[in-house]
C-alpha cells in the first residue's frame, strides 16, 4: 500500500532556529513530491515541488530534499520566524497514479 | 489569474438535506481533483475528473456521492442526505495535463447539523 508519514506531528521551537521536517513514503517509484503549507482553517499554499530526477528543490529560506532509493523527503527552514507558524504537509504522486497522496502533517509553533 | 475558485466558503446543512459544493479550475487547467479533509486527520483523495469523464473515483464512498465535471461550468461535489460524519473540509485540486504540480482553492467547510 502506498502510504506518506510525517514525523514528528507537532514541533515547537524558539524563533530563529533551523529546523528540519521529515517526510518518508512506502513506494520508491514516485512521480513527484510536493510540500505544502496549511494555515488554521485555511486552503493549501504549495511551497515546493520536487520531480523524480530531482534532489532538491529551493525557495528563500526553504529547502526540500528527495532521496528516492530511502524513500524519504526533508523540509528545511532556516531562520524560523513566527509567520512561520502552520501544517506543513508533504504529498506524493506514485507512478502510475494522478492523485497525491499526503501525511498526517507537521504542526509547527515558532515562539517569539 | 484567480487560482482554484471554491464555493461556497462554508455550508451548513440538516441531517438528510443535499449539499451541493463547486470548483472552477484555474485558467488553463483540465484536471480536476477532489479531497476531504476530516477534523485532525490528513486529506484523502476522493475522485479525479477531466471534463465530461470521471477518471479516477476510487476514494468516493460508494453511497451518497457523486462528481461531476461538465463541459461548461464548474466542477461539482455532491452529496445526498448529508448525515454529521460527512462534516470536513472539502478541498478542490487542479492541475495541466502534464499533471506538474497542483494548485488547491480554499476548500469549503461542511457542516451538518
Known amino acids: 500500500k502506498q502510504e506518506v508519514t510525517q514525523i514528528p506531528a507537532a514541533l515547537s521551537v524558539p524563533e530563529g532556529e533551523n529546523l528540519v521536517l521529515n517526510c518518508s513514503f512506502t513506494?520508491?517509484?514516485?512521480?513527484?513530491l510536493q510540500w505544502f503549507r496549511q494555515d488554521p482553517g485555511k486552503g493549501l499554499t504549495s511551497l515546493l515541488l520536487i520531480q523524480s530526477s530531482q534532489r532538491e528543490q529551493t525557495s528563500g529560506r526553504l529547502n526540500a530534499s528527495l532521496d528516492k532509493s530511502s524513500g524519504r523527503s526533508t523540509l528545511y527552514i532556516a531562520a524560523s520566524q513566527p509567520g512561520d507558524s502552520a501544517t506543513y504537509l508533504c504529498?506524493?504522486?506514485?507512478?502510475?497514479?494522478?492523485?497525491?497522496?499526503f501525511g498526517q502533517g507537521t504542526r509547527l509553533t515558532i515562539n517569539p | 489569474n484567480a487560482g482554484v475558485m471554491q464555493n461556497p466558503r462554508h455550508l451548513v446543512r440538516r441531517r438528510g438535506q443535499e449539499a451541493r459544493l463547486r470548483c472552477s479550475p484555474m485558467k488553463g487547467h483540465s484536471h480536476v481533483y477532489w479531497y476531504r479533509q476530516l477534523p485532525e486527520e490528513g486529506l484523502k483523495f476522493m475522485v479525479y475528473l477531466q471534463k465530461e469523464n470521471i477518471i479516477d473515483e476510487s476514494g468516493m464512498p460508494k453511497e451518497r456521492f457523486s462528481a461531476e465535471f461538465p463541459k461548461e461550468g464548474p466542477s461539482i461535489l455532491r452529496i445526498q442526505q448529508v448525515v454529521r460524519g460527512d462534516s470536513a473540509a472539502y478541498f478542490c485540486?487542479?492541475?495541466?495535463?502534464?499533471?506538474?504540480?497542483?494548485?488547491f482553492g480554499s476548500g469549503t467547510r461542511l457542516t451538518v447539523v
Open positions: 504529498a506524493v504522486r506514485f507512478q502510475g497514479a494522478q492523485k497525491l497522496v
Open positions: 513506494d520508491s517509484a514516485i512521480y513527484n
Open positions: 485540486a487542479s492541475s495541466t495535463d502534464r499533471v506538474d504540480g497542483y494548485t
